[in-house]
């Protein structure tokens, strides 16, 4: 048996106790004194009567006494029935998937009915039960046992997480164990079973699943035209799973944008089965634009029903070209109506003062600067520097005859769907005088990402921080990219992706952004708790939301969306056949009980005063 | 007590003008000592038979009888012989309790024996006792020695515990005339008292033993809850007195009384209890009355 009351209350229960029966033997009267002549006939009395009535008497005094204690120390102590408390470790194991923020037809969500179940677990275990709370994400669990106190302090502080891989803990690891024989507390596990379908033998399982229907957008994302840069469509993926035969089976869609635009669709997708949708942004300005999403009953997860994008501005470019007289590349860049052309010399003096308020990107059509622009940089020249990707041997350009080795300018296998190559068709792009880049040294240790080549030579290689870049292993002039179809696109796209506001599309939970420094503020322009991360700053966006990081002279956009499709099916459980557990009894039987008891408790000392006036108790 | 009034006042003569005249019918005049001990005496008269027990002189055993009867029997003479009456007054503080206090009754009563006696030219001689002989009048005869005795009685006082056994082993431990031992006393003696009277009879004394009691002694009336001190040692008992604390309380006085009475009984002494609370010429008839006092 365990007691539900703290142990310092316990204490202080016993030391009343023991004070309330020493006061019952206090307050009786005092015996009058008599003297007699001889005690020797009383003696004889007293003596005959301990033997005989006396030990009844206080047997009857003593067992009043010790009942009346008892029930104060009862009453005070609450103990916990066996099977109604738990005692000793508890592992409880909390799942902290997405699915888990379902709302319940009842209200509430399945987290608000898990946490409830363990904070009646802990509540209703004994006083001297050690906790080890652990969740499913891995990471916001604790490391040891603690005291019921803390665990329930840090109970508050768990929720579902997004974003994250979920999983069973390896509790018989964190137990010290470690050899996968069963481990020395007893082990809960709370969840809904979609995220985290099973639980090892001997875990205790608590079911909070419950169907709920949901609709949710599983994708969304807004891109320009492919055939005009300056225009933009979004494309939107929505699920459905309905709880019940009686879904209308309709799902409203609309999508707002800067300035009041918007565009509303009304979608009928089957169930369970992701429909897509392209929505042309006519009339929407640079800006974010936000999708939400609505059916006409209850709706289980409010975070996948909105999602977030940003269209960038299309503003005038001030373009600096730097290199010697090339008719080329000013004609190619005045055919685009947004830039604004400055040409260079090449020379020291052609990269000085450089800075992105009088300047959004300078094209180099010759050696490259020491240092790396405070501005993009678009680099089609020749030479090396520091900032550049290295580049290989000559025998690597090719052989050495006049016209030079023709290298065929394949996009780089998982770059096909970068913004700049999307949709783009250069199969017959070739190229001459190929100083390639080193491509094996181009990955993850390097902020250049290849995206024209082959495992070992670099043609194309393009740069996110600290500013983007671009950098071709070629002269633009000895390919025949220009005379391709799809150049000025991929111009304008460069252009676009070299100037534009850089967005990023990430789930909800924790954002990284690859900033050195920064600041990061939400939708409403109030600064977001964040903290670096090495290259990168780290926030919170457990939010559907947009977000702004800016640090270094960049800015990035967050658009921070859920878009999962294994967090909109809420229904995908696999415990979806059991009934969800009952919650256990609010606090302690005993606890309810005490009143009771300390009427017993009071009633006893009522008895046992009776009893002592009327010589039945000594 | 206070010894600033004689309790032998005139109200007190003249009460033993009456006993003496109660006395006078109920005893044989005789100038020898009229007190005739129911012990084997120098006397041929065959008073009585007993059973015979340990102790007693086998020369006194009926053998005739013993071969009817397959029992011991002994033979009782009347010794015919002038026997001292030794008065035992106890003067423990126990006795100091009682309206009128029992030492004063049984000093009256002592009193009124000594008269008797030395009216009937009996020996009388009388011992204060508590834990041991406090004082004693050597043995008188006639009735001149009235007063002297009464001066005797006048003068004591009560004090200190009580043990008769002492006093009888110091007593009787001196060569002594045999002769009637009278005890007047509560009889609440720790020690054995028993063994006390054995001491007695081992000396081949009569005695009667009368046993003073304040009515409050008789029927205690106590507080619910009391702590009795003891007069004489200063122990306290606390009890929480009861009907049924008082009926055993009763039952272990008569008790008490029982095995005194059937010791007396068994060896042919006396014993009566006395009221302190009534006329102590009552009790003094009531001794005489018994045929444990007068033969």
């Known amino acids: 048996m365990g007691f539900g009351a703290a142990p310092l209350l316990i204490a202080l229960g016993v030391l009343l106790t023991a004070g309330i029966i020493v006061v019952l033997y206090w307050v009786r009267p005092e015996p009058q004194p008599v003297v007699v002549p001889s005690n020797l006939i009383w003696r004889r009395v007293l003596d005959e009567r301990r033997r005989r009535e006396d030990f009844w008497r206080w047997l009857v005094s003593l067992v009043i006494a010790l009942l009346a204690g008892l029930a104060v120390i009862l009453a005070v102590a609450q103990p916990l029935p066996e099977g109604a408390a738990r005692g000793g470790r508890i592992v409880v194991v909390m799942d902290t998937a997405p699915s888990m923020a379902a709302a319940l037809p009842g209200g509430g969500t399945r987290w608000d009915q898990a946490a409830e179940q363990v904070r009646r677990i802990l509540t209703g275990s004994s006083e001297t039960s050690e906790f080890l709370l652990l969740d499913t994400a891995g990471d916001r669990g604790g490391r040891s046992f603690i005291g019921r106190r803390e665990a329930l302090e840090a109970l508050d502080g768990l929720g579902p997480v997004h974003g994250r891989e979920h999983r069973f803990p390896d509790v018989a690891d964190l137990l010290g164990s470690g050899s996968g024989a069963a481990p020395a507390a007893e082990v809960i596990f709370v969840g809904d079973g979609v995220y985290v379908p099973e639980a090892p033998e001997g875990v205790e399982r608590l079911s909070v699943f419950e169907s709920a229907p949901n609709a949710g957008i599983t994708a969304f994302d807004v891109r320009p035209l492919p055939s005009d840069p300056g225009r933009f469509e979004a494309f939107i993926e929505v699920v459905r799973y309905p709880a019940g035969d009686d879904d209308a089976g309709v799902v409203v869609l609309q999508i707002d944008g800067a300035g009041g635009a918007s565009a509303r669709r009304t979608l009928r997708p089957d169930p369970g089965t992701p429909l897509g949708e392209t929505v042309p942004l006519t009339g929407f300005v640079a800006g974010p634009v936000r999708a939400v999403i609505a059916i006409s009953g209850e709706d289980g997860l409010p975070a996948d029903d909105v999602a977030h994008a940003y269209i960038p501005a299309r503003n005038r470019l001030r373009v600096l070209l730097v290199g010697g007289p090339n008719p080329f590349w000013e004609a190619a860049l005045r055919l685009d109506p947004r830039v604004s052309l400055s040409v260079a010399a090449p020379g020291p003096d052609a990269f000085a003062d450089l800075d992105s308020g009088s300047l959004d990107l300078v094209v180099v059509d010759g050696p490259p600067p020491e240092a790396m622009p405070a501005v993009p940089v678009l680099f089609a020249g020749s030479g090396s520097a520091a900032w550049l990707p290295s580049r290989l041997g000559g025998e690597a350009a090719g052989p050495g005859d006049e016209e030079g080795t023709a290298v065929m300018l394949p996009v780089v296998r998982g770059q096909a769907e970068h913004p700049l190559l999307r949709d783009l068709n250069l199969e017959d792009a070739m190229a001459r005088d190929v100083a390639a880049f080193d491509a094996a040294s181009l990955g993850d240790r390097s902020p250049w990402t290849l995206l024209l080549g082959d495992s070992r030579l670099g043609l194309l290689a393009a740069r996110e921080s600290p500013l983007r870049s671009l950098a071709f292993a070629f002269p633009i002039a000895r390919s025949n990219l220009p005379l391709q179809a799809d150049f000025p696109l991929l111009l304008s796209r460069a252009l676009s992706w070299l100037t534009d506001v850089e967005v990023r599309r990430v789930g909800l939970g924790q954002a990284r952004v690859a900033m050195a420094a920064g600041a990061v503020f939400d939708a409403d322009g109030r600064e977001v708790p964040s903290r670096r991360l090495g290259s990168e700053i780290s926030f919170d966006a457990s939010e559907p939301s947009l977000y702004y990081a800016a640090g270094g002279g960049r800015e990035v956009v967050v658009a921070a969306s859920l878009l999962d499709r294994r967090a909109s099916d809420l229904n995908q459980s696999a415990w979806a056949g059991e009934p969800p557990a009952s919650l256990a009894p609010a606090g302690t039987v005993a606890s309810a009980l005490w009143p009771i008891l300390a009427l017993f408790a009071l009633l006893l000392i009522v008895a046992e005063w009776v009893a002592f006036h009327r010589h039945a108790t000594v | ?295």
């Open chain 2, 1 to 295: 007590m206070s010894n600033s009034q004689t309790l032998f006042d005139n109200d007190f003569m003249e009460r033993l003008e009456y006993l003496k005249l109660m006395a006078t019918r109920m005893l044989p005049s005789r100038h020898r000592g009229e007190h005739r001990a129911r012990k084997r005496g120098s006397g041929i008269e065959l008073a009585d038979y007993r059973p015979y027990v340990d102790g007693d002189d086998t020369r006194d055993v009926d053998w005739k009888a013993f071969l009817r009867l397959d029992k011991l029997v002994l033979r009782i003479f009347d010794e015919e012989a002038d026997l001292p009456v030794y008065l035992f007054v106890d003067r423990s503080a126990s006795m100091a309790f009682g309206s009128p206090p029992k030492f004063d009754f049984a000093r009256k009563m002592a009193g009124a024996l000594s008269y008797i006696g030395l009216m009937n030219h009996d020996l009388i001689s009388i011992v204060w006792y508590g834990r041991k002989i406090d004082g004693w009048m050597a043995p008188k005869r006639g009735r001149n020695q009235i007063f002297r005795a009464f001066r005797f009685l006048d003068a004591g006082d009560t004090g200190g515990a009580t043990s008769l056994a002492a006093c009888f082993r110091t007593f009787f431990g001196s060569r002594r005339k045999r002769g009637l031992a009278v005890v007047l006393s509560d009889l609440m003696d720790e020690e054995d008292l028993l063994g006390a009277f054995d001491a007695c009879r081992y000396q081949k004394h009569d005695m009667f033993v009368v046993q003073v009691l304040t009515p409050e002694e008789l029927d205690p009336a106590l507080p619910d809850e009391a702590l009795l001190t003891d007069s004489e040692d200063g122990s306290e008992r606390r009890v929480r007195v009861t009907p049924r604390l008082l009926d055993r309380y009763q039952t272990a006085l008569a008790e008490h009384q029982q095995k005194v009475e059937e010791y007396c009984s068994r060896y042919g002494f006396g014993f009566c209890v006395a009221n302190s609370g009534e006329p102590f010429e009552d009790a003094v008839m009531a001794i005489f009355k018994t045929d444990r006092f007068i033969r």
